[in-house]
């Protein structure tokens, strides 16, 4: 009897081919990826000792290890899988989910009204030409409390020259990142993630990670004013631009080049 190959069989290995590759574009640069291509070989080694030479003992013990290897990748890849799902929802990756998004985020935060855009892009500015180094967090969706219990309540308006005093190199709350949620400056001084991506340029120092970390687990919108150069950043969904004007910046933040 001939083995039957249809156009079923055609789909279903594009689709697995498809899920692994968008598997290792998502853990491409981070300390997982080498995991995953372990985890790979491991794999095509069970299906060859199991399924074409059956070799039985052999097979018996990796079948054992493959029953709970779902177990071991949650643990292991925890945090790229939370990652992967924030990508598969969000908005503006499910474009034909708009309207259960406007029917479903009827309690969302405020957009900034332009006058609080300036105001933040006014203190980058400022901030940039005295090397004054910052980070600053945006909320969008996602909410951002628990990140802003780590530091100190402020749940003041936001103010271009308050911004910079906190940020003022011998200010006890400038260490730390800056959370403004609904449309106020939430807390200062804030513990955020720090991403372990290894595709980072070296001379990116922890502000800049930390920025990157937030936004490989939330929507927010991170800018970074570094020390060193000056230079103003920003980071979201994971991605960085580097050395951006404050017209590009203030674009980021009313949302146009989003």
């Not at 090397?131 to 402020?154: F, H, M, P, R």
């Not at 070296?202 to 930390?210: C, M, P, T, V, Y």
């Amino acid at each position: 009897m001939g083995i039957e190959f249809g156009i079923k069989d055609i789909i279903d290995i594009l689709l697995v081919a498809f899920l692994m590759y968008q598997t290792y574009m998502l853990l491409k640069g981070t300390n997982a990826v080498n995991i995953f291509v372990g985890i790979i070989a491991f794999v095509v080694c069970w299906f060859l000792v199991s399924y074409v030479f059956k070799m039985q003992l052999l097979g018996a013990i990796l079948d054992k290890v493959m029953s709970v290897g779902a177990i071991a990748l949650i643990v292991i890849f925890k945090d790229e899988i939370r990652r992967f799902f924030s990508l598969i929802g969000s908005k503006r990756k499910l474009r034909f989910l708009k309207w259960f998004y406007s029917k479903t985020n009827d309690n969302s935060i405020k957009a900034l009204t332009a006058d609080e855009i300036k105001q933040i892009a006014w203190a980058c500015r400022d901030m940039s030409f005295n090397k004054c180094g910052a980070l600053i967090v945006v909320q969008q969706k996602a909410d951002l409390s628990n990140y802003a219990k780590t530091g100190e309540a402020v749940n003041s308006s936001i103010s271009s020259r308050l911004i910079q005093n906190i940020f003022f190199k011998n200010s006890p709350l400038h260490d730390g990142a800056m959370i403004i949620s609904d449309n106020r400056i939430d807390s200062v001084a804030c513990i955020l993630p720090v991403s372990q991506r290894l595709d980072i340029p070296k001379s990116l120092g922890l502000r800049h990670r930390a920025a990157l970390g937030i936004t490989e687990r939330t929507d927010a919108i991170a800018i970074v004013v570094s020390e060193e150069t000056g230079g103003v950043s920003y980071m979201q969904n994971g991605k960085v631009e580097l050395d951006v004007t404050i017209e590009q910046l203030t674009r980021v933040l009313s949302g146009e080049d989003l």
